[in-house]
T-cell receptor
Framework: DVKVTQSSRYLVKRTGEKVFLECVQDMDHENMFWYRQDPGLGLRLIYFSYDVKMKEKGDIPEGYSVSREKKERFSLILESASTNQTSMYLC????????????FGPGTRLLVL | DQQVKQNSPSLSVQEGRISILNCDYTNSMFDYFLWYKKYPAEGPTFLISISSIKDKNEDGRFTVFLNKSAKHLSLHIVPSQPGDSAVYFCAASAIYNNNDMRFGAGTRLTVKP
């Protein structure tokens, strides 16, 4: 079974703080993704990575950055957290090559005060 | 620009009856479609998929139907069980570009005993 883990289930941060969300997958997947889920909007792609040290912007990259130093780990960074970044953050991975199912972690619910 | 739309935010059915969840898409380049199921405080889990070369795919109680001309797909659950109560997300991608998977806003299904 594919396992995608996220470092925190719940986080509370203050406006202006730098926030790190970590994601690890154990299936040697090429692709990793960060989404945020908001009511009525579904899942929106923030960033994805198709290889170590490679990254591509998704639909809503503003205010975020990512890091992929190792194949199994993909980090999402909120450089200066704002209240509009309060959301559920979901990490996913897929094997790569197209037409592949994405496997999701349990999510991190972030509250920015 | 929501390329994948789930117009019903919620659906309630009686246990044992059929649940039909609908999804429409606008991008004719999409050729791979998935349904994910999400319980509260968990990440989405893959349920069933269909590629555009088929119009039906069945897995136990779950069947997905694809109508390419109408750019419409649906998920049928027969018979519905209380444990099926969850949020269901429709997703679509182009096989050549799996990194660009688009999700609908989700439909919350409640199956009443």
């Amino acid at each position: 079974d594919v396992k995608v883990t996220q470092s925190s289930r719940y986080l509370v941060k203050r406006t202006g703080e730098k926030v790190f969300l970590e994601c690890v997958q154990d299936m040697d997947h090429e692709n990793m993704f960060w989404y945020r889920q908001d009511p009525g909007l579904g899942l929106r792609l923030i960033y994805f990575s198709y290889d170590v040290k490679m990254k591509e912007k998704g639909d809503i990259p503003e205010g975020y950055s990512v890091s992929r130093e190792k194949k199994e780990r993909f980090s999402l960074i909120l450089e200066s957290a704002s209240t509009n970044q309060t959301s559920m953050y979901l990490c996913a991975s897929s094997l790569g090559g197209g037409g592949e199912t994405q496997y999701f972690g349990p999510g991190t619910r972030l509250l920015v005060l | 620009d929501q390329q994948v739309k789930q117009n019903s935010p919620s659906l309630s059915v009686q246990e044992g009856r059929i649940s039909i969840l609908n999804c429409d898409y606008t991008n004719s380049m999409f050729d791979y479609f998935l349904w994910y199921k999400k319980y509260p405080a968990e990440g989405p889990t893959f349920l069933i998929s269909i590629s555009s070369i088929k119009d039906k795919n069945e897995d136990g109680r779950f069947t997905v139907f694809l109508n390419k001309s109408a750019k419409h797909l649906s998920l049928h659950i027969v018979p519905s069980q209380p444990g099926d109560s969850a949020v269901y997300f429709c997703a679509a991608s182009a096989i050549y570009n799996n990194n660009d998977m688009r999700f609908g806003a989700g439909t919350r299904l409640t199956v009443k005993p």
